[in-house]
């Protein structure tokens, strides 16, 4: 403290104004180059397109328009445009439009976020030649999928206790966080939120997932979760009558036995159907070939 006012004293209070605004710059603390006063504030999602305007006066010819990227050592990156005097060639994935006051960047990743500046300077103004300058800031985002929400209950003799419900959704940034809902409005001392985590994939994104514990001594609750806006399918958690597969057994079993007792039936009549006409058969069978055959054979004894 003692030092530095003593060596504010000694350079005095000219240079402060020069260094201030330079340590506003540094530790991100400048109302003009940070936050939402840029000129033009964009806004984008991954895989999306976004049209950068460059707030020229259309009444006047210009000498050259260009937009640049700001680098993270600060390095000015050529985008797209007119450059003063060397054709510079285009970046990827961006055009001008036939105005040329207009660059368009298609296909956005998240790293195409951060600081642009649009470079220009009028044709007809000789006792101007300045090279005007607009910044505009782009902020990337990706939209996370719709949450995945899946319910794990302890049970005891098939009566839920207790149930942890976990919410995921994949890819998006920033990361964010699930908000749940519980829709019967019960107290919030009869669930908490156990865990919220957030794993980094390999393309910068990252899949996030919130689990929340319910206590199902108040009965059955209908729960679901959300993220930007998006909404899980609605479960019922602590569900107190027993599980769907358990509740629709005995339809099962009843329809299936019906099923059974019905094809019992047939068969029993196909099988009794069946001796009947094969008895039909053989009395049949057994009565008059062998008659035949005797009165051949008498035909023939007698013949010879
Ligand atoms: C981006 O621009 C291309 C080409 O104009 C177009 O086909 C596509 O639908 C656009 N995508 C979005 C997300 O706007
Ligand atoms: C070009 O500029 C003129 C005059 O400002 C405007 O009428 C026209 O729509 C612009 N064309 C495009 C493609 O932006
Ligand atoms: C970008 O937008 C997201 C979502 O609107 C916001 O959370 C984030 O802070 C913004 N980042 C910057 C650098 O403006
Ligand atoms: C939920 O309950 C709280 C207090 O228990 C109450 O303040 C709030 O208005 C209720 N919300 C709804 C949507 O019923
Ligand atoms: C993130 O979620 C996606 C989609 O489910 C999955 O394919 C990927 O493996 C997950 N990444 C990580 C690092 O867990
Ligand atoms: C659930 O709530 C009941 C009543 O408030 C309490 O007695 C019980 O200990 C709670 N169970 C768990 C697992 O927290």
Same mark, same amino acid.
């Given at each position: 403290m003692k030092a530095s006012s003593s060596w504010l004293t000694l350079l005095g209070p000219r240079l402060l104004l020069y260094l201030l605004p330079l340590v506003l710059e540094i530790t991100g603390f400048s109302s003009v180059d940070r936050?939402? @006063?840029?000129p033009g504030s964009y806004k984008g999602v991954v895989g999306g397109n976004v049209s950068f305007h460059c707030p020229v006066d259309k009444t006047k010819n210009l000498d050259l328009l260009y937009f640049q990227k700001v680098g993270v050592n600060r390095e000015q990156i050529f985008f797209n445009g007119y450059h003063s005097s060397k054709p510079l060639t285009p970046h990827p994935r961006t055009e001008m439009d036939h105005n040329n006051t207009i660059m368009h960047i298609y296909e956005l990743t998240l790293s195409d976020s951060g600081e642009y500046e649009c470079h220009y300077m009028y044709k007809d103004d000789m006792n101007d030649r300045r090279v005007n300058m607009v910044k505009i800031h782009l902020n990337v985002t990706a939209l996370f999928s719709k949450p995945v929400i899946t319910n794990n209950c302890n049970q005891a003799n098939g009566i839920p206790l207790e149930c942890d419900v976990k919410c995921e959704a994949h890819n998006g940034f920033p990361d964010k966080k699930i908000k749940w809902n519980e829709l019967r409005n019960v107290s919030k001392e009869m669930w908490k939120i156990l865990r919220n985590d957030e794993v980094p994939t390999r393309t910068e994104l990252v899949n996030i997932s919130s689990t929340a514990s319910f206590n199902c001594s108040v009965g059955e609750l209908k729960v679901s979760c959300s993220v930007d806006g998006i909404t899980s399918d609605i479960i019922s958690v602590? @569900?107190?009558?027993?599980s769907p597969d358990q509740s629709a057994n005995p339809i099962i079993v009843i329809a299936a036995g019906v099923i059974c007792g019905l094809v019992g039936i047939v068969i029993i009549c196909v099988f009794k159907f069946k001796k009947r006409n094969t008895e039909a058969e053989n009395t049949r069978a057994n009565g008059h070939p062998e008659e035949v055959r005797v009165l051949n054979n008498l035909e023939a004894t007698l013949g010879s």
């Open positions: 936050g939402h @006063s840029y602590c @569900s107190s009558k027993a």
